[in-house]
């Protein structure tokens, strides 16, 4: 149920409740596009929610919490272990997010108006990474995917939807020559990945680490925009 507050709620997923902030559409529309956004491990909804308002005014953007509880305040969407020098995950919590998130943006529905057909979904990091692995699988609910400092996980290649389901896919992929925590490889293989599949792609590496700059918002907002 929405609270009093216009600017958050909770929308209620088959497995779990993602809690949730709103910047709704800054231009009256009935139908805008809608922007989900997945945060970082350890971070939370107001992490990326921070760049809102940065954001073309003609969408809904919506910020969720990851569903899984590392302490007060810091929450992922799985288990990850960098000990052995590469990312090893837990696939049974990576699945069942990605679940979550589709459950999350029928719950959604219920609760705010937009334009099914118009539906990005973005996330940094491990956000990026969930954004990979909900828009591959499934783009008849997904027109677009942001994919900030993130990598597609192993286990989403062999559910990756039939090539003729693609086409309508757009990507906006943007990595960091100096990321630390996951490698530019990481970004390369993504983008190789992409063009083989056919599905039109806009491919950024900027001179930063693992991090979200003003020139990243900037590059976000243009290619909505443009979209």
Not at 44 to 67: C, G, H, K, T, Y
Not at 149 to 168: F, H, M, T, W
Request: include cysteine.
């Amino acid at each position: 149920m929405m609270t009093s507050n216009s600017q958050s709620g909770y929308a209620k997923g088959d497995t779990t409740l993602l809690y949730y902030v709103a910047r709704p559409p800054k231009v009256q529309n009935q139908k805008p596009s809608l922007l989900i956004l997945l945060h970082g491990v350890g971070s939370n909804e107001q992490d990326l929610f921070r760049i809102a308002n940065s954001l073309p005014d003609n969408f809904l953007v919506i910020s969720a919490r990851a569903p899984f509880t590392i302490s007060e305040g810091r929450y992922k969407w799985y288990d990850v272990d960098f000990s052995s020098g590469s990312p090893r995950f837990n696939a049974e919590q990576a699945e069942k997010s990605r679940l979550v998130i589709l459950s999350f943006i029928n719950e959604l529905k219920e609760k705010h108006s937009f334009n099914e057909n118009e539906i990005y979904l973005g996330g940094f990091s491990q956000g990026a990474i969930m954004s990979f692995s909900v828009g591959l699988t499934r783009p008849d609910k997904v027109k677009g995917v942001i994919a900030l400092s993130g990598r597609v996980l192993s286990d989403i290649k062999p559910k990756i939807a039939e090539q003729n389901k693609l086409n309508g896919l757009k990507v906006l992929v943007i990595h960091g020559t100096k990321d630390e925590v996951l490698s530019i490889n990481y970004a390369r293989q993504c983008k190789h990945l992409l063009d083989s599949l056919h599905i039109q792609n806009t491919y950024f590496e900027l001179n930063m680490g693992h991090t979200i700059t003003s020139e990243v918002t900037d590059l976000i907002s243009k290619w909505l925009k443009a979209e």
